[in-house]
């Protein structure tokens, strides 16, 4: 783990680094950490991508911690930072420019360490940024952002590169379309092509011009799909912008769905009623096996729990939740001290809230913590079926599930959506695009299969049942 502290105060510096040893200590860790007593001298030496994690002062002489976070978050769009202050009053903007958490002076062992087991834990699961080819010459490894496009001629895959590099491998497409249509970026424009969309100069009808010069053809039945990813590639991008490149953008965009766990109606009203003026629905349980029933049965985007609930509390609630579905989960509770929240944090919880929270500030830790989950969120998970979107495989039980490339974007297009009626229309649309109706042949015929290879593999429950006269529809397992 690679960790940068910044603070004016050299007496917190040499505590927070006291404490980074002790860590190191107990943990068996390696840590590479620098320190920088000013905001200066600290943004003179950024390039991006130096570090995983930041700690920042908020009050220094100067540039801000705030200032500095902005300018941080121009240069990697990736590192988390922590606001380390010594007062509350900061919290709401803090999270507005998208902290990881905000710490209060003194920094207590047990909460720091905790925070750092978070942040190695997410670090381990990050795939790289680029794949290992074995070209005819050679073991190469390819950066995703260097990609242009890809070419197969006979059984010959060509990779150029934006520095003009071309590798060649003996293959087929198949071979590395998965792995590259996992990302955003990439885009098959023709059964023989695929193109990063970061690197397209123009667009017409029949092809794309890349900016390396090549004109790369478009097949009429995927004029559409291309046209439509390259509009919303221009509309998140931005002229001239590059689109991120972790992950997919979830499927299904549209208001965020709360699951409010709380004995208390009171509480239940007033998070509810900020919830909702935020346009989120909000869905409400007041014990754990309620919250775990609708976890089952409804999709949700995050969890709010309290901890004093009746029967299992919030912390064993908590972790029976995150073996039904991969959602951040907060908690929201009125026991403040410095254990409880450690609790919290080893049980699996993302974020500890107190309810004497400020209603603004407690949004801002909401909706941080919501999107920071959609822009790492690398597999959806329903009891023992996972969608693992990076791979582009699914594994039920302790097996893998084998798909074709249509069956699995069907299962994924579903899977966002549990309980949502799918028309044949519908997905006929999401999966060939513009091509014209063929009165539902294909989608029975790969409905048919996607749901016989998924009740072979899991007799014990059907994850996509048939709804007469309408369609299908994903139900998840319960637990």
Known sequence: MR???????????SRIRKLITEYQISRNETIECQYFTNGTDFLCELKGGEYDLVLLDILMPGISGIKIAQELRELDKNVRFIFVSASPEFAVESYRVGAYYYLLKPVEADSFFALLDK??????VQTEQGFILKSRDSIVWIAFD?????????????????????????????????????????????????????????????????????????????????????????????????VPTAHKPKYYEGPWRILLVDDDPDDRTLWGNILRSHGCIVQMADDGESALQLAAENPCDCVLLDVMIPGEDGFSICERLHKLMDVPIIFLSCLTEADRQVEGFVAGGIDYITKDTPGELFWAKVETRIRLAMSERTQLRYGPLLLDLAKRRVMIGEKELSLTSIEFDILCRFSERPGHIFTPEEIYGMIWGSQPWDGGQLVQMHMSRVRRKLEKAWGEHHFIEAVWGQGYRFVPAKQ
Request: with cysteine; glycine share 8%.
């Open 146 to 242: 260097k990609l242009v496009h890809v070419e197969v001629i006979n059984k010959t895959v060509f990779f150029y590169l934006s520095d003009g590099t071309v590798h060649e491998a003996t293959a087929t497409l198949a071979d590395f379309e998965g792995e590259l249509l996992s990302r955003p970026e990439f885009l098959k424009t023709h059964r023989s092509y695929l193109i990063n969309l970061n690197y397209i100069q123009a667009m017409d009808n029949n092809y794309v011009r890349m900016k390396n010069g090549h004109n790369v053809p478009v097949s009429r039945q995927r004029r559409g799909q291309v046209h439509d990813a390259y509009m919303y590639f221009l509309n998140r991008a931005g002229a001239g912008g590059m």
């Open 119 to 124: 942040v190695k834990g997410e670090l381990s």
């Open 3 to 13: 960790i940068a502290v910044c603070d004016d105060d050299e007496r917190e510096i």
